[in-house]
């Protein structure tokens, strides 16, 4: 997933994880931000998958046993 990440005039930094709309989060860094914003990004994606809502694909991200 892409983050992006701008610095606010007041001087936090936000970062979005794009193909979440609306997931977006604030740090006193960029590491910080972007951090927060992969936490969400988790969070997100689980409460989807808990309510069988479309996610991208995180097929890359698992490897199931046979």
Known sequence: MTIE???ED???WLAEIMELPGA???GDSREEAAAHAKALALRV???RLDHG?????????FAVAA
């Open 53 to 61: 809502e479309d996610v991208p694909d995180i097929a890359p991200l």
């Open 45 to 47: 994606l689980a409460d």
């Open 10 to 12: 007041d001087g936090r």
């Open 5 to 7: 990440i701008d610095r």
């Open 24 to 26: 977006m989060a604030y």
